[in-house]
């Protein structure tokens, strides 16, 4: 595998105020992915949500005696392609084993899961290192529903068996990471990923996405972990934010009052900002693992290989690669293009269409990734946060075809037009689509032809401002700035900054030079 | 042929007379229906081998006998343990707990022997969740044994083996995780065989101990037993652990031994067993070696300890199996449950309610042997030691091609006999149950009387050696001429 | 032994507690035995079948084809209570 890739920190917003020169969190994710599999992990029972409840059910997901599991031989190849693009090592035997424990949710009173022989172990994605990477089933739905009636209100729940049974892929990291902000950053990318992959829906609010958080606190510096909680049930990217910021500051306060962090379960309200302990539903559960007799080992062999890889076409870490060696990106541009797999197709397109003149792929990737896929960012910016099922700033999506961008970093590489101006035509195309050239020649942002037009504004700005263009006369060259600014307002930004400031030097060394020949 | 010739015809004999057009299949299933209702009517009286019988024949369609004119079977009548899911009719593993569950599908195997022409005549009687010796954990009454209805049948394939031995049924199923097969079937003299685990599918038979439950044929004889079996086996695409047969399973022709080695282990064929079935024994292994064959002696050296490896692995798997047992989708709940309680307490009750202090017994081993801190000690050692003991057989079938023990310690004993002391019931499964854990096959064929009671000889091959098995049985059986000898009812 | 039970959600009566310690000591004494094997460098076998047939082992993952589903009422039929398409218990304590 290539080098570690790793992502762009973003600083924590609002500042710093959860750094603690004390204490150091430590965080540890473990992620529930349901697979994007047409049937369940262990039947042939479609997957389905929303559905009327118990009408995806069969002898096998709703533990009728005599009933016996298969395992889907898609969710093994799902597993496998996460493991491969997480850059894991994939076990060439793994077992399925039995977590025994009594819950209504739970069909057979155990869940067919992983232990200690899984589909995948270690890898890493961005900076955070991965322990395993593991199949099993998911849970049926639990439905409160309040007071059966009786005297003492006993409560009473209904089972839907339709969930119960749909693959779940479980990503469990090392405790890499730091801060509230890269949790949320992280799984950002991981969600992009498995989307990417074409794995899962990753979308937190109907539940294809879950995740829980590992906290711990310990004195900065120390290489030892401290006790660790677990926050669970929370359900969207700002919410597990939110949660874990909590969560260190209430450790924070703990520790510095002298108690001891209890490892337990909690529960984050976003609503009051409250950490609640669960209660666990019974004394510490002993799950009584042993290997599952009724299913057999997972061999992998090279046709599952090949498939898996196939069905991938391109790992984030070889295109990157590919992107540096084909194109001559820098490795910061390619890694994330790369790792941002809407924007590395949308790239591609760009550099794929026919633009006169032509765009250079550095200046197309740039603009790609600081310019247009921000300002789309900004425009979705609530579904992306939620994790919901929102375009995330996905340009594919968008209405700038990927042509149209191709063509505007075209011109701007021919000086047909200011950066400026571009930023004025890209915001038209996000906002109404179009064709570069017609916008420019519509809004007359065109750059302005430096013979004749550009330098009569010049020397108009220099009388305007002729304090300031002594001043640049004697070596002042900051002084520059008014008379820049004069040019930029007059030709309403479609100059090209750096040509203002050749140009205004160039005429006041005219202007010097006349005056000293006397003119 | 009279009415009263019928139940004298092996399944095979029925088969070609119906075949021949000298029998009619209706007429046959008629006969044995009303045999088996009356057993059920006769209550105390009976054998008591049934928990179900058809009411009535089935006149039309899919069912009846002789809708099944093309098929190889024919439309002989099948009587098929409580266990195996019977869809629309009470699937029970003799257990309260699920007393008068009709499930909504069939077993595999059940369903392929009805495409073969089998008609199901009922479903037959076994102990609670298939633990036992005896019969006597049933939750619906004990099984008679025909010999001597003083004496249990064994377990915990009962019902299937008393019918069969009274003529009750042509043949029955039944299922086989330590012993519960060949064990009831030496007790009440008649042949029983346990495939190598994976060649029949378990999909639909209420499982005990997953990686040892296999079903297979009880039946009068040899040929009986193979031509039942060439109709089990077989991959299910809905059971990951089945697997295809290599081969058919062929009619046994057999009639001598020539060339065969037969190993006896001295571990096996000693100390612990009756003196008058050890004689049956030995008588059996001086008539195969006038059949042509040798005899040698082999050494299993972990046999010994198959039966403690057995009693841990058996009920920590049934433990886990059987934790569905709650109540909350299907079979007793305890308590009304109109007026929903505590769920713990809804647990707790109802299983304490449903299951039998058999079934309680071996859950409460099966959860401590898996519990945190004793794992590696109970259940991780059992699996090692079952290691060990398939590798001894795979070792002795280097020497030789078949071993041979006693099937059992003793004859049929008393009813109420053994039942006050678990671990002296568990010791009937002492020469069964090192063949379970290797999951090769096994069959069991009657070679003698001791006491006037039937002495079962046990023959294991290597994995998928069905087909030699069932032809040295098949010898010796012919040699013996016990085939078919019943005990009046 | 009241751990155990709670493990397994069996309701063990006051009467039936001494019997059944009883009897699983005596069982527990005797499957102590395998304690005296040396296991030491013995794999344990999970799976019977794959050691019976080295490699040969198909089939033994499934297509990702749906198959028919049972009719609700059909899944429902044998639950011992039921309420608005679903299986009624008692709530799980927090």
Known sequence: MSEPLRTPHTPPPGGVSEKDDLYEPVIGLEIHVQLATATKMFCGCQLSFGEPPNTHTCPVCLGLPGSLPVANARA???????????????????????????????AKNYQISQYDEPLCRGGRLGDVRIHRVHLEEDAAKLVHVGS??????????????????????????????RTPAQVGEWLKLLRTTLRQLGVSDVNMEEGSLRCDANISLRPAGSNELGVKTELKNMNSFRFIERGVRAEIARQQKLLRGGGQVVQETLHFDPGSGALSSLRSKEEAHDYRYFPEPDLLPVVIDEPMLAGARDAISELPADRAAR?????????????????????????????????????????????????????????????????????????????????????????IAAKQLSVGAARQVLDTLIAAGGEPQAIVQAQGLAAIDRDDELAAIVAAALAANADAAQRVREGNSKAIGPIVGHVMRETRGRADGTEVARLVHALIGERADDEQAGV | ?????????????????????????????????????????????????????????PERGADAPDAHAGAPLRGVPLAVKDLFCTEGVPSQSGSRILEGYRPPYTASVVARLADAGTSLLAKTNQDEFAMGSSNENSAFGVVRNPWDRARVPGGSSGGSAAAVAAGLAPWALGTDTGGSIRQPAALCGIVGLKPTYGAVSRYGMIAFASSLDQAGPLTRDVTDAALLLAHMVGHDPCDATSLAFPGPIEPPTAERLDGVR?????????????????????????????????????????????????????????????????????????????HPEDLLHMYTRTRHDGFGAEVKRRIMLGTYAL?????????????????????????????????????????????????????????????????SLAGIPAISIPCGLADGLPVGLQLAGPAFSENRLLAAAYALEQSLGFQGARARV | MLHVARLARLELAEDEIEPMARELSAVLEHVAKIAELDLDDVPPTSHVVASSLEGVVSGALRADEPRPCLARDLALAQAPAVRDGGFLVPSPQA
């Open chain 1, 76 to 106: 093994v190849q799902f597993g496998l392609m996460i493991g491969l693009a997480l850059g894991s090592e994939l076990a060439p035997r793994s077992i399925f084993h039995r977590k025994n424990y009594f819950y209504p949710d739970q």
């Open chain 1, 148 to 177: 059966s009636g009786r005297i003492h209100g006993s409560d009473a729940s209904i089972v839907d068996f339709n969930r119960g049974g749909t693959p779940l892929a479980e990503i469990v990291t090392e405790p890499d990471l």
């Open chain 1, 323 to 411: 992107l540096q060696r084909e194109l001559g990106l820098s490795r910061e541009s390619a890694q994330l293009l790369a790792f941002r797999g809407e924007l590395g197709d949308y790239f591609e397109a760009a550099l794929a269409a026919p633009a006169q003149p032509p765009a250079p792929p550095q200046a197309l990737a740039n603009w790609v990734s600081i310019e247009l896929a921000p300002r789309l960012q900004d425009a979705d910016g609530d579904a992306a946060e939620t994790g919901g099922s929102g375009a995330g700033g996905n340009p594919l999506d968008s209405r700038v075809a990927p042509h149209a961008l191709a063509a505007l970093v075209g011109m």
């Open chain 2, 1 to 57: 042929m009279t009415p009263s010739d019928l139940h004298e015809l092996s399944a095979a004999q029925a088969v070609a007379a119906i075949a021949a057009g000298s029998l009619s299949a209706r007429e046959l299933f008629e006969s044995y229906r009303s045999r088996a209702a009356a057993d059920r009517a006769a209550g105390e009286q009976g054998l008591n081998c049934f928990t179900w019988v058809a009411s009535e024949c």
């Open chain 2, 262 to 338: 037969l190993g006896v282990p001295d571990e096996l064929t000693g100390e612990g067993i009756q003196a008058g079935v050890l004689a049956g024994f030995h008588a059996a292994l001086a008539r195969a070696q006038e059949l042509g064959a040798q005899v040698r002696e082999v050494s299993l050296p972990h046999a010994p300890h198959a039966l403690s490896a057995y009693y841990v692995l058996a009920p920590a798997e049934a433990s886990s199996n059987l934790a569905r047992y709650d109540g909350v989708r299907y079979g007793l709940r305890a308590g009304d449950p109109a």
């Open chain 2, 371 to 435: 519990s945190s801190g004793y794992y590696d000690a109970y259940y991780g050692r059992a699996q090692r030691a079952r290691t060990k003991i398939a590798e001894d057989f795979a070792a002795a079938f280097e020497d030789v091609h078949f071993i041979l023990t006693p099937t059992t310690p003793s004859v049929a004993f008393k009813l109420g006999e053994k039942t006050g002391e678990p671990l002296a019931m568990y010791l009937n499964d002492y020469c069964t149950v090192p063949m």
